[in-house]
């Protein structure tokens, strides 16, 4: 998975196709990212001592990497990205549709 928290993606499927947001946070082990605003659901709070009024939260709900892209900071496009290794072992990030580097990954295993 090449999304990192903070990138901005565009949202493919679902209700909110073609919305593009920040990524809030990556759930690498499930391939699930959370996107601000995208998949929001409301959670119904009862009223509690902590919570005297109870009330509505809104909150947003992880949805599948694969069903966003990553919006390219060089050419402005929702592109899949691809990864440049190079000489020294460090991994980029590249957008497939113009080659802008899309920032750096950590060092494979093999290179630690
Ligand atoms: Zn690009």
Redesign the pocket.
Known sequence: MLIRTGDTVEVRTGNSRGTRARVLSVDPAHGKLVVEGVNRVYRHIKRSQKNPQGGRLSKEMPIDASNVLLV??????A?RLGVAVSDDGGKTRV??????E?GQLGRSKANR
């Open positions: 390219c900071s060089a050419c402005g496009k592109s957008c497939r549709k113009c080659g802008g899309q």
